[in-house]
């Protein structure tokens, strides 16, 4: 039987809610401050910080300071004005964007604290295969489920606007930002043969590691 396979990391894929509920596309409109530096790409991982705008957040292993930012989900697109006058709705924020005077650079971020997301298991960009891959075959791939996860973080595509981030390997270290829900049965199988894939996985977020589920907030 032929599987589906994945060509690279996508970021993080929302796909409904931990209690079965369909995503449908809800998001909250964040400010990204004019002319920041750093790209940030649909399916990337946002923090807020002290100013009330968002930033790329560089989460690996464990959450940031809370007394400086902290994860407030995905991001899905963004919007501005450019140098023309045009409203400009795109997939990602080029880096060093600016707001001309009187407009803001609006992102639309997936915030929902109990959201699933798909995501490809790898190393860097590299696939996982069967020896070194979170799932090692289709006897043992379910034993993930309920261990947590690590962040990847990939600089992401200029073609496509998609990110690149993945998840890594699981553990039972409770700081690590990701638990894993479930596998994507169609992508989960390692075949053991050295083809070069990308299995995904079913992940959400880890307690205290999105801002609304930590005491003290932002």
Same mark, same amino acid.
């Given at each position: 039987?032929?599987?589906?396979?994945?060509?690279?990391?996508?970021?993080?894929?929302?796909?409904?809610?931990?209690?079965?509920?369909?995503?449908?596309?809800?998001?909250?409109?964040?400010?990204?401050?004019?002319?920041?530096?750093?790209?940030?790409?649909?399916?990337?991982?946002?923090?807020?910080?002290?100013?009330?705008?968002?930033?790329?957040?560089?989460?690996?292993?464990?959450?940031?300071?809370?007394?400086?930012?902290?994860?407030?989900?995905?991001?899905?697109?963004?919007?501005?004005?450019?140098?023309?006058?045009?409203?400009?709705?795109?997939?990602?924020?080029?880096?060093?964007? =600016? %707001?001309? #005077? +009187? !407009?803001?650079?609006?992102?639309? @971020?997936?915030?929902? *604290?109990? &959201?699933?997301?798909?995501?490809?298991?790898?190393?860097?960009?590299?696939?996982?295969?069967?020896?070194?891959?979170?799932?090692?075959?289709?006897?043992?791939?379910?034993?993930?489920?309920?261990?947590?996860?690590?962040?990847?973080?990939?600089?992401?595509?200029?073609?496509?606007?998609?990110?690149?981030?993945?998840?890594?390997? =699981? %553990?039972? #270290? +409770? !700081?690590?930002?990701?638990?894993? @829900?479930?596998?994507? *049965?169609? &992508?989960?199988?390692?075949?053991?043969?050295?083809?070069?894939?990308?299995?995904?996985?079913?992940?959400?977020?880890?307690?205290?590691?999105?801002?609304?589920?930590?005491?003290?907030?932002?």
């Amino acid at each position: 039987m032929a599987y589906p396979t994945v060509s690279a990391p996508y970021g993080l894929k929302p796909i409904n809610l931990y209690g079965g509920t369909p995503f449908a596309g809800a998001t909250r409109q964040y400010k990204i401050a004019s002319a920041y530096n750093t790209s940030i790409f649909y399916g990337d991982v946002v923090e807020m910080i002290n100013d009330g705008t968002i930033i790329k957040s560089a989460i690996t292993s464990a959450r940031a300071t809370v007394t400086t930012s902290q994860v407030i989900g995905v991001f899905l697109g963004c919007s501005y004005v450019n140098a023309q006058g045009q409203t400009i709705f795109a997939q990602y924020f080029p880096a060093n964007t =600016s %707001a001309p #005077t +009187g !407009t803001v650079i609006t992102a639309f @971020v997936c915030n929902d *604290p109990n &959201t699933l997301f798909k995501a490809v298991i790898a190393t860097g960009t590299t696939a996982n295969d069967a020896t070194s891959g979170l799932l090692p075959s289709s006897t043992t791939q379910y034993t993930v489920i309920g261990t947590n996860v690590e962040l990847v973080q990939n600089t992401g595509s200029t073609s496509t606007g998609d990110s690149k981030v993945a998840v890594a390997a =699981s %553990a039972t #270290t +409770g !700081t690590l930002p990701m638990n894993v @829900v479930d596998v994507v *049965p169609e &992508t989960s199988y390692v075949n053991g043969s050295g083809n070069v894939v990308y299995p995904e996985i079913i992940v959400r977020w880890n307690f205290e590691i999105h801002t609304t589920t930590i005491a003290s907030g932002v």
